[in-house]
């Protein structure tokens, strides 16, 4: 029996810890697997106990890139417990905080992690010199998502702004102007961006897995809607009843949960690529004529399309964020974004938002003075990784077929792991 190992240990240009293990017998790929060597954090732990308006701060510590977006989960997990209502304008700025990691995570991901692949360098630098205005472009746009995440949250990561019920400041009218004026600069750059990655040659393939993402009618959301889709089984669901219709699984090779929809046993991905194929429609007219230039339009299910996805989400943020500061700019939302008024009692809730990389949920149950009684946090990677290890075994498989080297396996292997953007992590979180 002819047996090939493929090991890759740590792999390298993602965010964590992970390896990869492949052995193909005779031709056939018998074992894939996607390890995730991380030790436990134990945030979920950490909480109990602590009173709710700690527990924001520390679960912005799960990730630095997504950091606003676990804060801003918290608080809407707090307010569905506490029955608190926020204002629009409240709203529209946690949007913006959401899309400030956004910028901050894809500019990373694309033009760090995964752009090195596909021209022939094993890191970002040799484009220093070799491309300057795409390095110097990724840079800024990096450097944008920092600084809209430091004027609306209070600094680049783990925001202190952002509380229950509202905000403890934010910008005045003249540097909402500015920001919406720097987004606006950077838009070209990003409409380049959306050509360049989607010039890329990868892999056709298709995923057998679903798609699950954030909807709600008639908008793109990131961080206001509480209706979650998978998108082939085509069922909404409230992210009130995550834990019914998401069941979470371990697996010895992996010290992160798996996860699959419960009503189908399907493994599936959430990332830009899902929320491009669940909302399409109503990308900004900029983003989307680009998207369709590029080639993306769903039905997509290439997991390789998930780097298009996101350099198209790059200029529908900097298109939605430089709107929404001239509205806040102009007062145009209605109330304040002080903290609502509200009574701590006892309660449990789900806060669901669309981080860069995909769907996030915590529950969180609270006794009558606000103290945690328990917590989970179900996280994209975690929820990523069954699904990823399926496709990685489809594109091992069709590398075999076709007659590749091991080495060239190898390589398209990491290049789809990449290309899912994975927080391992976060993945144990």
């Given at each position: 029996?002819?047996?090939?190992k ?7 240009r ?27 954090r ?18 912005s ?29 409240t709203?529209?700025l946690?949007?913006?905080?959401v ?10 991901h ?7 692949d596909?021209?022939g ?14 390095y110097?472009g ?14 609306v ?9 952002a ?9 005045n009218?003249?540097e ?20 360049l990655?989607?010039?890329?040659e990868?892999m056709?393939?298709?995923?057998e897995?679903?798609?699950l993402?954030?909807?709600a009618p008639?908008?793109?959301?990131v ?5 979650a ?8 669901f409230?992210?009130q009843?995550?834990?019914?219709e ?27 690529l ?5 909302s ?6 900029r983003?989307?004529?680009a ?27 900097l ?39 995909g769907?996030?949920?915590?529950r ?8 945690v ?9 975690a ?24 080495e ?12 899912y ?9």
């Amino acid at each position: 029996m002819a047996v090939t190992k493929i090991n890759v240990d740590h792999v390298a240009r993602i965010e964590g810890h992970g390896d990869i293990r492949l052995v193909i017998e005779d031709g056939v790929v018998t074992r894939c697997e996607m390890a995730v060597v991380e030790s436990a954090r134990l945030f979920e732990a950490m909480v109990v106990g602590r009173p709710f308006d700690e527990v924001p701060y520390i679960a912005s510590r799960i990730c630095g890139i997504c950091s606003s977006s676990h804060v801003v989960t918290d608080l809407l997990a707090i307010e569905h417990a506490f029955g608190v209502e926020v204002s629009d304008r409240t709203r529209a700025l946690r949007e913006l905080l959401v899309y400030g990691s956004y910028l901050q995570n894809h500019a990373t991901h694309l033009f760090v992690f995964a752009t090195p692949d596909f021209l022939g360098h094993k890191s970002v630098f040799p484009l220093a010199s070799e491309n300057r205005p795409l390095y110097d472009g990724a840079l800024a746009l990096k450097a944008l998502g920092n600084e809209l995440c430091t004027k609306v949250g209070g600094r680049s990561v783990h925001p202190i702004c952002a509380v229950v019920g509202g905000f403890t400041s934010e910008p005045n009218r003249e540097e909402y102007l500015r920001l919406a004026e720097k987004m606006e600069a950077a838009m070209d750059f990003a409409e380049e961006a959306v050509d360049l990655i989607a010039s890329f040659e990868v892999m056709e393939m298709a995923t057998e897995g679903d798609m699950l993402a954030m909807v709600a009618p008639g908008r793109y959301p990131v961080c206001d809607s509480d209706t979650a889709l998978f998108v082939r089984a085509d069922y909404e669901f409230s992210a009130q009843d995550a834990e019914k219709e998401i069941e979470e699984y371990p697996i010895g090779h992996s010290a992160a949960f798996l996860a699959r929809a419960a009503r189908t046993e399907r493994p599936y991905m959430t990332a830009a690529l899902a929320r491009i194929n669940a909302s399409w429609a109503n990308l900004g007219k900029r983003a989307r004529y680009a998207s369709a230039r590029a080639g993306l339009r769903p039905p997509v299910y290439n997991p390789f399309s998930n780097n298009v996805a996101q350099a198209v989400e790059i200029l529908d943020a900097l298109d939605r964020c430089a709107a929404l500061c001239r509205r806040l700019a102009a007062d145009e939302f209605e109330g304040g974004s002080a903290p609502v008024g509200f009574e701590p009692k006892a309660g449990s809730g789900v806060g669901f938002t669309e981080a860069p990389r995909g769907a996030l949920f915590h529950r969180l149950t609270l006794d009558a003075k606000g103290r945690v009684k328990s917590a989970d946090i179900l996280t994209p990677t975690a929820q990523n990784i069954a699904n990823m290890e399926a496709d990685m075994a489809e594109v091992a498989q069709a590398f075999v077929d076709a007659g590749r080297s091991p080495e060239a396996i190898k390589l398209e292997v990491e290049k789809l792991v990449r290309a899912y953007d994975p927080c391992l992590s976060c993945s144990v979180h």
